[in-house]
């Protein structure tokens, strides 16, 4: 059972910065694919990022493209979400997740394992 546990949410203006951490409990995520996903008071839960521990490769929405980046250290069994230029739009809860490659990497069902999420909250 791996567990996950995030932190670094909070409030700032819009135009400023945040950075997420995902601490995961084992190192079997070694063979993972991670990712972080929001959720917005009445919407669903929508994809953000995503990275393949193996490799590193990364893969983001159209709308944080540029703005987000997503990297780990293997050592720490630690991903992250840097957050710039955020927007009032970015308010969510963000949550970290783990699944086993394969499948859509933009889609929930994709991920075994959940986060209990942190809050995001960007004033105007």
């Known amino acids: 059972q791996v567990q996950l546990v995030e932190s670094g949410g909070g409030l700032v203006a819009a135009g400023g910065s945040l950075r997420l951490s995902c601490a995961a409990s084992?190192?079997?995520?070694?063979?993972?694919?991670m990712g972080w996903f929001r959720q917005a008071p009445g919407k669903e839960r929508e994809f953000a990022a995503a990275?393949?521990?193996?490799?590193?490769?990364?893969y983001y929405a159209d709308s944080v493209k540029d703005r987000f980046t997503i990297s780990r250290d293997r050592f720490k069994n630690t991903v992250y979400l840097q957050m710039n230029s955020l927007r009032p739009e970015d308010t969510a809860v963000y949550y970290c997740?783990?699944?086993?490659?394969?499948?859509?990497?933009?889609?929930?069902?994709?991920?075994?394992?959940w986060g209990q999420g942190t809050q995001v909250t960007v004033s105007s």
């Open positions: 084992e190192r079997t995520v070694s063979s993972y694919r």
């Open positions: 997740a783990a699944g086993r490659l394969g499948g859509d990497y933009t889609h929930y069902a994709a991920y075994d394992y």
């Open positions: 990275i393949r521990w193996s490799g590193g490769s990364t």
